[in-house]
């Protein structure tokens, strides 16, 4: 199996994150892994590797017509076969978000070991913080928990399970639940809560939506946290809008900039006010309260 590292340097970091996510979110099939990494003083490195069998790739061909800024020119080598979940691993340094600080078992002898340290390996589910959206959710729930006392906490689309540890750490009198549609992910989101002992905090279900019957019991709730895409965010609008009590904290995203405006509209309609619209590499982060 022949592989090839496309690597270019980058001397903005915003644009060395938002390529990245462009690659790994935009291009068809993505690469089997992805590292951004500092690389000297004000020189920021993205490498992507591919699996060739799948086809000869052009990355700058690909992506410039999806991004609206100038790319460096990659480089192409041809390297063997390797652990992909190590080699991304390796690469992904701990990640402070407001009080948190996301690290993988690799880094945990260098991370200090307070309530606030969130322990999340990359693997089979999404949410490393590493990710614009990811990390965009963990700075909403940080701001948001330190001055509201939420009861009633919902992580819809789980993934990696971060963003409902987090919350389990920062609303230490919250109910929390947490679903995904992938029984991978629920999986993966269960071991996760374990190794950072919220287990007796956090309930998990697979489930498609807001359908689970243990997530429908628990609504509604007064803080509700979706990263997922902006497709399934307007499909799932006026779900959401009953799910959500009045007054209650609706955090969005997994939504591209250009996207925004259209998930906010629709939101309005369904009774929401935007309080805080914050945008990461790229990508939104929307902050409403239910009217």
């Not at 086809?55 to 700058?60: I, K, P, S, T, V």
């Not at 609706?250 to 405006?261: H, K, R």
Request: aromatic content about 6%.
């Amino acid at each position: 199996m022949a592989f090839k590292k496309f690597a270019a340097l980058f001397d903005d970091r915003a644009l060395a994150y938002a390529t990245g996510n462009a690659v790994q979110d935009l291009l068809e099939p993505p690469p089997d892994a992805l590292t951004v990494f500092e690389d000297g003083p004000d020189r920021w490195r993205v490498e992507a590797y591919f699996d060739m069998d799948a086809g000869e790739r052009d990355l700058e061909g690909e992506l410039a017509p999806l991004l609206e800024w100038p790319l460096p020119a990659f480089e192409i080598e041809t390297v063997p076969e390797l652990n992909w979940v190590a080699i991304s691993q390796a690469a992904l340094p701990p990640v402070p978000a407001g009080r948190f600080t996301i690290h993988g078992s690799h880094d945990k002898g260098r991370v200090a070991h307070g309530p606030n340290a969130i322990l999340i390996d990359a693997g089979e589910a999404f949410g490393t913080a590493h990710h614009a959206t990811t990390l965009g959710c963990l700075l909403a729930i940080d701001r948001l928990t330190r001055t509201q006392a939420f009861k009633n906490v919902l992580d819809l689309g789980c993934g990696s399970g971060v963003l409902a540890i987090a919350a389990a750490k920062a609303a230490p009198h919250a109910r929390i639940i947490a679903a995904d549609m992938d029984p991978q992910s629920v999986k993966v989101a269960t071991e996760n809560v374990r190794l950072n002992g919220a287990a007796k905090r956090i309930v998990l279900v697979v489930g498609n939506g807001l359908g689970h019957p243990r997530v429908r019991a628990r609504a509604p709730f007064d803080f509700l946290v979706a990263n997922i895409l902006a497709g399934p965010l307007l499909f799932l609008a006026p779900s959401i809008a009953r799910a959500v009590v009045r007054g209650g904290t609706l955090v969005l995203s997994g939504i591209l900039v250009p996207q925004a405006a259209e998930v906010i509209a629709t939101y309005l309609a369904h009774g929401f006010t935007l309080k805080r619209h914050d945008q990461i590499a790229g990508w939104s982060t929307l902050t409403l309260r239910r009217r």
